[in-house]
């Protein structure tokens, strides 16, 4: 159980309140994958911030003027106005999903501890309403490995109300914004708790969702790295779930893997982890080339491409 002090309840209720006072205002946002966004940004025009999504989606600098007076005071309760030398920054972006509001890492997403959300996001969470929704027995509880900001248990909370949802990570940054995401969407049945993969939960799972680190991060950032081949974490979930799930219960696990001369390793990979569990699964290419520009380094210079994968595996 986390412990707040008095100060950091009302940042956190500022911080929910910003969200409110964006979304009654008419705040939409779609966050894209970064590389998309710094070439955005570096369009003419685009240096500084000159709307509320300039400043909380494109993360740009700006001033005095630019926002209600209402909002930079509530950014300042919040704690995440950050007034440099190159003009002020949030130190936080809101992304619109599902009909929500989504409180996240600004851009860039290079801290240690940055909480992503981005287009991989909503491709997990559409995953999820679409197993939910496929379903011939209902979700009694469901858990988000890595939930990152909350989204994929937020989204299967709105459909699963009299559910028992658990969103796990093991980022305190991640903890909190899923926290104050549940709030914002009116889902107080999202428990948030820390737990290292399902070492931190007991009990069985109806559905275990999952948008872990899948990629190979020489930078090794938490919230990016999967590994030595970008899926050893995507791997260690779908070896803890199989031991976790329901008669009937189902992974959903978004991933990729970098193919190499037409062969699928994390695939290969996966076939090996899961016999001998009595589960039954599926494995699709979502989209068979992402993440392009990775390809110029020597991280992935052994792959022909990057693919965007979508394992699911059932208990029958």
Excluded at 34 to 47: D, I, L, M, Q
Excluded at 97 to 122: C, I, M, Q
Excluded at 217 to 237: F, K, Q, T, V, W
């Amino acid at each position: 159980m986390t412990i707040t002090t008095t100060a950091e309840r009302e940042t956190d209720a500022a911080l929910v309140a910003l969200g409110d006072a964006l979304r009654a205002g008419g705040y939409r946002f779609t966050t894209i994958t970064p590389a998309t966004h710094e070439r955005v940004n570096r369009r003419p025009g685009n240096a500084r911030a000159r709307s509320p999504r300039d400043v909380f989606g494109w993360s740009r600098p700006f001033g005095p003027g630019v926002l209600p007076d209402r909002i930079v005071r509530l950014m300042d309760a919040a704690g995440v106005l950050d007034r440099g030398p190159d003009g002020w920054r949030s130190r936080v972006r809101f992304s619109c999903y599902d009909g929500e509001l989504f409180v996240h890492s600004a851009f860039p997403t290079t801290a240690p501890d940055a909480v992503f959300f981005g287009p991989d996001t909503y491709r997990m969470a559409n995953a999820a309403i679409a197993e939910i929704e496929s379903r011939d027995r209902p979700v009694r509880r469901a858990v988000d490995i890595g939930c990152g900001t909350g989204a994929g248990a937020i989204a299967v909370a709105k459909r699963a109300p009299g559910a028992e949802i658990l969103a796990v990570d093991i980022n305190p940054a991640a903890l909190r914004f899923a926290r104050l995401n549940a709030e914002l969407a009116g889902t107080p049945h999202v428990r948030v708790c820390r737990s290292d993969l399902l070492d931190g939960v007991d009990g069985d799972f109806d559905l275990i969702i999952a948008n872990p680190p899948f990629m190979i991060d020489p930078a090794g950032r938490a919230y990016r790295d999967g590994g030595p081949h970008g899926h050893e974490l995507s791997l260690d979930i779908a070896a803890a779930a199989a031991g976790r799930l329901a008669t009937g219960g189902t992974l959903v696990l978004f991933s990729s893997s970098g193919i190499v001369e037409g062969r699928d390793p994390f695939h290969d990979a996966v076939a090996g982890r899961l016999a001998g569990t009595g589960l039954t699964w599926a494995y699709r290419e979502v989209d068979p080339d992402v993440y392009g520009e990775e390809l110029d380094g020597p991280a992935y210079a052994h792959a022909e491409r990057i693919a965007l994968v979508l394992l699911t595996a059932t208990r029958v």
